[in-house]
């Protein structure tokens, strides 16, 4: 089946449809969007300058990151589900968007981040506070980790500003 | 109240394809900065977590990335409003967020820093570390909104 056709059939579902065409859900489910970002996107940026030494240095970088990591993870779940759920909603009119494509390859590379990054750094901020400084290796995935985070921010925005080649007969 | 003699057509944001969405972005990571660093400290008022230093320690922590995002959202705000001041004037939305805006950065700066600079802030503490998350959040919906009604 392509692509576009399973897109159409899962914008079709009920629930779907109830939420694009609801003048109250779409709204306030893209606010929740937003209040996510804006009570957690912030801690993400703070343990990435905190890494980099340009905030919070007067605390361990392990404190940093461990007391916020359950608040970040918890701010990526509500962002994710309303994310999820706006796209849903309308599935096949994002699918052909250049932008949307380019927000799901910056997901996939955020995931790809946490992954190579765990270990060598995220879970080495205690050895690296017992030098009093990051690695380069932990510089380099903060500043990868802020860019990230802007560009998943830039691709969401300009979704709403593409529009699609009108047919022409 | 009208903006009368200013033509926003020839404003940058309106001519340029990319002004307008380039300040949104400046907007959404300047409120997550100024949000995010505002609830690290109300999360410790809260008394839910942060609890490995005081709130005193985390407002000095946080204060220069919060005001960084400050400047940030009051550079590009009043940059998005110019592409079509009669309109947001005009937008309940747009009124109730700037009203909300007005009283969350006075209670931030006045009692919430009080609060939290104090040796002891208690359960005061946790009654104005609930009230700045909500106000903060009822701004982001205002804002979103504004498109909306």
Redesign the interface.
């Known amino acids: 089946m392509d692509l576009q056709a399973f897109m159409e059939s899962l914008q079709a579902m009920g629930f779907a449809t109830s939420i694009r065409e609801s003048?109250l859900a779409?709204?306030?489910i893209?606010?929740l969007h937003?209040?996510g970002?804006?009570?957690?996107?912030?801690?993400i940026?703070?343990t990435d300058?905190r890494i980099l030494g340009l905030?919070?240095t007067?605390?361990p970088m392990a404190?940093v990151h461990n007391?916020?990591r359950?608040?970040k993870h918890l701010g990526l779940t509500l962002v994710v589900l309303c994310g999820l759920t706006l796209a849903w909603s309308k599935a096949a009119i994002y699918w052909p968007n250049p932008f949307f494509k380019m927000k799901l390859a910056c997901l996939g590379l955020v995931a790809l981040h946490a992954l190579v990054f765990r270990g060598p750094v995220y879970k080495s901020l205690g050895e690296m506070d017992k030098f009093g400084k990051s690695t380069t290796v932990a510089k380099f995935a903060a500043i990868i980790s802020l860019f990230l985070w802007?560009s998943l921010?830039?691709a969401g925005?300009?979704i709403g500003?593409w529009e699609a080649p009108q047919p022409t007969f | 109240m009208q903006f009368e003699g200013y033509d926003p057509a020839n404003n940058p944001l309106n001519t340029n394809?990319w002004a307008f969405?380039v300040c949104?972005?400046l907007h959404?990571?300047g409120?997550?900065?100024?949000?995010?660093?505002i609830?690290?400290v109300d999360?410790r008022l809260l008394g839910v977590?942060?609890?490995?230093?005081s709130a005193a320690?985390l407002v000095?922590?946080?204060a220069?990335?919060t005001l960084f995002?400050l400047v940030l959202v009051l550079i590009s705000g009043p940059l998005i409003f110019s592409s079509d001041p009669n309109l947001y004037m005009h937008n309940q939305s747009f009124r109730f967020k700037i009203t909300m805006l007005i009283l969350a950065i006075i209670f931030n700066w006045t009692l919430h820093r009080k609060v939290a600079m104090s040796p002891n802030p208690g359960s005061m503490g946790a009654v104005v570390g609930g009230i700045s998350?909500l106000m903060?959040?009822s701004i982001?919906?205002a804002?979103?909104?504004i498109?909306?009604v």
């Open positions: 003048s779409y709204p306030i893209l606010s937003l209040t970002m804006g009570l957690f996107g912030g801690m940026a703070m300058l905030a919070m007067k605390r404190d007391q916020l359950p608040y802007i921010v830039g925005r300009w500003y | 394809e969405p949104e972005v959404i990571v409120f997550a900065m100024l949000i995010g660093t609830t690290i999360l977590g942060m609890k490995r230093q320690d000095k922590d946080t220069p990335w995002g998350m903060w959040a982001i919906f804002g979103i909104f498109a909306f």
